[in-house]
Every structure is written in structure tokens, then in C-alpha cells.
């Protein structure tokens, strides 16, 4: 009696725990790892088992990707199921990790549900540090080589600046904010920088004092060869807005 009671409200079911092989991706990469089913009090059926990438932004979390594991899978009481899985970390997804230090302000993880016919399930989350693809990595140490001082970063739904036929609408949008260096002073209090990666190159968007200024794509050939420090400090000069100039170095 009381098994049936605690089942009617999905107390004493099934629950997840998930390891992964490495917390650390990059976007386009493959993330793998092991779900453990453990059995609860009573035998039960999992209608589905699911896997997703999630970003946190504010009070809700933005779904990258989701794949059901499994499906109508039995887990007998007391029981422990190993279930393995792969997801591919989207081009879109934020970067989390510099240097494989997590950044504040922006937070993925893998999120696992434990779905049940009737009550409801239990929900695991692990987190990820997402570092960044090498074509954004080369921007960003650019950024730092020219004495840009990194102020912060944050993540929202993607405006309709970036829709272009090269690239797949991104679900997210995420802005990397600069103090400029000293050349800059008195002519731009901030810069901002957004990097949307995928196999077919990058697309960059600077802007100066929240007014976007620049869009630049750069294709896959030019990412490796392309001398980085002088191109930024060309698009960060270009994002100075018309007719104010940089001062002397």
C-alpha cells in the first residue's frame, strides 16, 4: 500500500546520477559520458531518459540540444543501470572557460530527466566549462596581447543582427565587454565583442559604447593564418565611431 502511495507521487522512484568523461568542451566538439539509473523502492518503468545541453540565463534555462537516451527502460527496485551517451556541444554554445578557468556570469551544464509515466521525474545537472573554438581563442588572445582589459560577459537571446545565409541562426547571443586600452582613452569607454563560430568560419560583431559598429566574417583558411593582433586592432579601430579617431599609442 504504502509502495503504491509513494509511486502516485514519484517519491522513492528511480533516480540519476551523471558522470562525465571530461567537464571540458569547446563548441562543435563531442561531450560523453555515463548516466547511473538507480532503482528506488519500487520497480518502475522510465518512459524516457533525456539528455540536454542547457545555458542559464537569468531565471530560465536556453535548450541547445536534446537527445532521449532511452526509452521505455524497466528499473527494477534497488537496481543500478549504466547508461551511456554522447552530445554534441553546438556551435552557439557559450563559452563558460578561459584557460580552463570558469567565467562568472554565464553557466552550462547537462541536465538529465528522469521522465515517468504518470508522476513526475528526477532531474540531475552537471556543469560544463565550454572553452572556445581555436578561431575564437585567437581573437580573444588578441584582445589581451593589445592590453584590452576583460570586464565581463553575458549571454541573451540572439538578436536579428546575426541572421546571414552563412551561418544557422544561434539560439543565444554572447557579448564580451572590454575596457579599451590606453590609445583609446577619451575616445571609447567600452568595447563589445561578440564571436559566432561554426565549421564554415567566424563572424565577429564589435561594437563601441553599446552601438554596434563592425561585422566581420573570416573563413576557415584565413582562421590559421590570419595575424590576429594587427586585424583586431584594425576592427578595433574601425568600431571608434566616425570621425573620433584613436589618440597617439
Keep these: 500500500m504504502f509502495k503504491r502511495m509513494l509511486s502516485a507521487w514519484g517519491v522513492g522512484g528511480p533516480t540519476a546520477e551523471t558522470t562525465l568523461t571530461s567537464p571540458h568542451t569547446t563548441p562543435g ?10 532503482g528506488g523502492v519500487f520497480d518502475a518503468e522510465v518512459a524516457q531518459l533525456v539528455l540536454s545541453l542547457v545555458v542559464a540565463t537569468g531565471n530560465e534555462d536556453v535548450e541547445l540540444v536534446r537527445v532521449i537516451a532511452r526509452q521505455g527502460l524497466a528499473v527494477p527496485a534497488g537496481s543500478v543501470l549504466p547508461v551511456h551517451f554522447q552530445l554534441r556541444t553546438p556551435w552557439e554554445t557559450p563559452i ?4 580552463g578557468a570558469p567565467l562568472p556570469g554565464v553557466s552550462v551544464g547537462v541536465r538529465t530527466e528522469v521522465v515517468l509515466d504518470g508522476p513526475p521525474g528526477r532531474v540531475d545537472r552537471r556543469v560544463v ?11 580573444l588572445d588578441a584582445f589581451d596581447y593589445l592590453g584590452f582589459r576583460f570586464q565581463g560577459t553575458g549571454v541573451g537571446q540572439a538578436p536579428g543582427a546575426l541572421r546571414e545565409p552563412a551561418l544557422r541562426d544561434p539560439a543565444l547571443h554572447q557579448e564580451f565587454r572590454f575596457l579599451p586600452p590606453s590609445r583609446f582613452a577619451g575616445v571609447v569607454d567600452e ?6 563560430a561554426d565549421a ?3 563572424l565577429v560583431l564589435i561594437g563601441a ?6 561585422r566581420f566574417r573570416v573563413s576557415p583558411e584565413a582562421a590559421g593564418t590570419t595575424d590576429w593582433n594587427s586585424l ?4 578595433a579601430a574601425q568600431a571608434v565611431p566616425s570621425g573620433r579617431g584613436a589618440g597617439p599609442r
Design 232 to 235: 583586431v586592432e584594425l576592427w
Design 129 to 139: 566549462l565550454t572553452g572556445p573554438a581555436p578561431s575564437q581563442e585567437r581573437v
Design 200 to 202: 564554415d568560419g567566424l
Design 29 to 38: 566538439q563531442v561531450l560523453s559520458g555515463e548516466v547511473r539509473l538507480r
Design 191 to 196: 568595447i563589445a565583442l561578440t564571436l559566432v
Design 96 to 99: 563558460t572557460a578561459l584557460g
Design 209 to 214: 559604447d553599446q552601438r554596434r559598429t563592425g
